[in-house]
């Protein structure tokens, strides 16, 4: 079901139907890589526009201080970070959490496929800076121009 009231739910509620028909049909048990592929076509299946292993600048004070590969972004504005592992841990929320704020991105997901259920969770960055992520959008934007 759709929370309309939520940000981008319409996205992340077909990024969580990729990801339950994944885990339906492999199961837990498989290394990240292979829920990865396996995302990546099921969520093109479903008309999802992302980009699989997308390298992301890390910022601190607004400065760029290295890179790091959110496992997808989908349609430009939802990191998804998976996780082939028993049981999700506080630490593994708190990595996709610090993701979600050092690549200014307002929309998470982290998905789970180890457990013997699905887990996912929806993430929200409260220190999303809208000015500046439509500043490094433009900068971009006049890069590929």
Not at 42 to 50: A, T
Request: no cysteine; charged share 25%.
């Amino acid at each position: 079901m759709i929370k309309e009231q939520y940000k981008y739910s319409e996205v992340t509620s077909r990024i969580i139907g990729s990801a339950i028909e994944v885990h339906k049909l492999l199961g837990n048990g498989f290394q990240e890589v292979i829920y990865q592929r396996a995302l990546e076509k099921e969520m093109g299946l479903r008309g999802l526009s992302f980009a699989r292993e997308y390298e992301m600048p890390i910022f601190y004070k607004e400065e760029q201080i290295g890179t790091r590969r959110v496992d997808f972004l989908v349609e430009g504005v939802i990191s998804v970070e998976i996780k082939a592992i028993v049981k999700l841990e506080d630490v593994h929320l708190a990595q996709a959490i610090n993701y979600l704020e050092a690549y200014n991105l307002e929309i998470g997901m982290l998905v789970n496929f180890g457990a013997k259920s699905l887990e996912f969770k929806r993430l929200i960055n409260s220190k999303f800076n809208k000015q500046s992520a439509q500043s490094t959008q433009s900068t971009k934007s006049n890069k590929s121009a």
